[in-house]
């Protein structure tokens, strides 16, 4: 189905949007890029400063960080890696793991990160997420969210997916949002690692829940999942790794196929 | 080429420093009055909120400062908002350079506006050789309206004004900085006035 054709004049205005956007994620550990399959068996995939530049080359939207070790570890590899990545590229990035204080935003945001990315010390502290959105406004507060479904519930999961909460993944989403949150990054642990597609069902009712910006995550294994995510789950974002890391999927391919569906995308 | 990034407390000044670094030029962070006087180039930014970013700049009479100034000033996303008459984000009265109000966007759309989205009619020499419906980085709550002193126009729920020019002063809603390559070009456009 092409609404624009016969449209053309008409199409031509719609067609000025905001792009949907595409975000490899670097989960980070010891200062290097790891992914796992289900948040274990971490395998090594680079560098990310030199992965953020080739990633920045190809045409991703947005880079996202995320300090998988930070609960246990010292943050100063972290601070001097966001500095280095901000040195070297031209696009917007988030940098998330372990972030539970006012102070620790404060560094990386002055190093150069554009958006934090807050979980567990959102949950064990919500009012961080009011703090954070006064203090450095809405724009550049993240929250994410890892939920997987329990009798057919989904339940907010905590420390990479392993420890269960009481917080249902809608109401958790709908309070953040009116703590200040600007966006929420959403993996679902039941489709992450496994290549068979985003969680769209669970996408598309929290975008008729909340008004802020959604990213989709958990789940990408081919082009086909990223249309669906923006067609069927509604997201304003797509996040994906394993497939970025490992050259399965091509950036600027996946965007000239999703343009090609009618999904506005900078190109 | 002194180019002084005014530094009143307000959000990511590192990424215009690495940007102003990768065009070849160097940056220095000031709230010194002289200083920002004496500069050839002054960049006044802003991320977060209105009236407490307002606050800072009155604290330290930057407000009555910057209005004044003579030399190119380029003021991007919160600090173009500031530029303009007042914002309706905490009520706040603005620096009265651009003759707009800042309104909020409504909730038909997404808010903040997030991420890549196409300027076009673009007027001046902020835009030599970039062309229309390139694709920017926002992210914002309120926006300038379209009106006289546009000179970008971009459209979520609305056209509005994406960029404005009033005399020796500048204004991006986007953030050159962090919008690629062509985000960079517009940033050396301002250096080379």
């Not at chain 2, 003021?75 to 908002?81: A, V």
Request: with cysteine.
């Amino acid at each position: 189905m092409n609404l624009c054709e016969g449209f053309a004049n008409l199409c031509e205005i719609t067609k000025r949007m905001l792009a949907k956007r595409i975000i490899p994620c670097l989960d980070i550990k010891n200062g290097r890029t790891v992914k796992g399959v289900n948040f274990v068996d971490l395998r090594d995939a680079g560098d990310p400063v030199e992965l953020a530049e080739i990633y920045s080359a190809e045409g991703a939207d947005e880079l996202v960080f995320l300090d998988i070790s930070a609960t246990e570890e010292r943050r100063k590899t972290l601070v001097n890696m966001v500095r280095s990545v901000a040195e070297k590229i031209n696009i917007p990035f988030t940098v998330g793991g372990g972030i539970s204080s006012v102070e620790d935003v404060e560094i990386l945001l002055n190093n150069g990160a554009d958006k934090v990315s807050i979980n567990s010390s959102a949950v064990k502290n919500p009012q961080l997420i009011n703090d954070l959105a006064q203090k450095f406004g809405s724009q550049c507060v993240v929250v994410a969210i890892d939920a997987k479904q329990i009798d057919g519930q989904w339940i907010v999961h905590l420390v990479g997916g392993k420890v269960p909460t009481e917080l249902n993944l809608f109401d958790w989403a709908v309070e953040v949002a009116e703590r200040g949150a600007g966006e929420i990054l959403f993996t679902s642990m039941d489709n992450d690692g496994t290549k068979n597609g985003f969680a769209n069902e669970a996408l598309a009712k929290l975008s008729t829940l909340i008004n802020i910006p959604i990213i989709a995550s958990g789940g990408a294994g081919n082009i086909q999942h990223f249309v669906d995510s923006f067609k069927e789950g509604k997201a304003d974002a797509a996040l994906a790794a394993s497939v970025f890391h490992f050259k399965e999927i091509e950036i600027k391919a996946l965007k000239q196929e999703l343009r090609k569906n009618d999904i506005e995308v900078r190109l | 080429m002194k180019i002084v990034i005014i530094n009143y407390g307000a959000g990511n000044i590192q990424s215009i420093m690495f940007a102003i670094e990768r065009l070849g030029f160097k940056a220095v962070l000031s709230n010194n009055p002289e200083e920002i006087q004496a500069a050839d180039k002054v960049i006044f930014p802003g991320v977060g909120e209105a009236s407490y970013a307002m606050k800072k700049l009155k604290a330290s009479g930057l407000d009555t400062l910057i209005p004044n100034l003579k030399q190119p000033v380029f003021g991007i996303c919160l600090g173009m908002q500031l530029m303009c008459n007042k914002t309706e984000e905490g009520n706040t009265e603005g620096l009265g350079i651009f003759d707009v109000d800042v309104i909020k966007f409504s909730n038909k759309v997404k808010v903040p506006q997030m991420g890549w989205n196409q300027i076009y009619d673009l007027k001046t020499d902020l835009f030599k050789g970039v062309s229309e419906k390139e694709f920017m980085y926002l992210v914002h709550s309120f926006y300038a309206p379209k009106c006289a002193e546009a000179i970008a126009v971009t459209n979520y729920e609305v056209e509005y004004a994406s960029a404005l020019q009033k005399d020796n002063f500048y204004g991006t809603q986007f953030h050159p900085e962090k919008s690629g390559d062509v985000g960079e070009k517009i940033l050396g456009n301002f250096l080379k006035m």
